[in-house]
Nanobody, 115 residues
């Protein structure tokens, strides 16, 4: 059974930083594609960052240069380091694992950036 548990969200002032964690069980993150998505109120869920099994990384244009996705294979955990946060980064952030043709989601963690 695949489980993804996000943590690390919270309230931060604009310009601040947060680090989100996604602890995985039931899968080995180093051999699948792991992604972070976010969904703001009234908006569609959007892709923020992806890291493949080969270590290839991609970011949404809106977060390039500010966010960093990484993984700790020993801890089977994926991270999203978020710096220079802006109010428009406010959203629920979700972790997703792509396993073969199936996607698994975590429950999400709220990030609120005040101006």
């Amino acid at each position: 059974q695949v489980q993804l548990v996000e943590s690390g969200g919270g309230l931060v002032q604009a310009g601040g930083s947060l680090r989100l964690s996604c602890a995985a069980s039931g899968i080995v993150i180093s051999i699948v594609t792991m992604s972070w998505y976010r969904q703001a109120p009234g908006k569609q869920r959007e892709l923020v960052a992806t890291i493949t099994s080969a270590g290839n990384i991609n970011y949404a244009d809106s977060v390039k240069g500010r966010f960093t996705i990484s993984r700790d294979n020993a801890k089977n955990t994926v991270y999203l380091q978020m710096n220079s946060l802006k109010p428009e980064d406010t959203a629920v952030y979700y972790c997703r694992a792509s396993v073969l043709s199936r996607g698994y989601w975590g429950q999400g963690t709220q990030v609120t950036v005040s101006s």
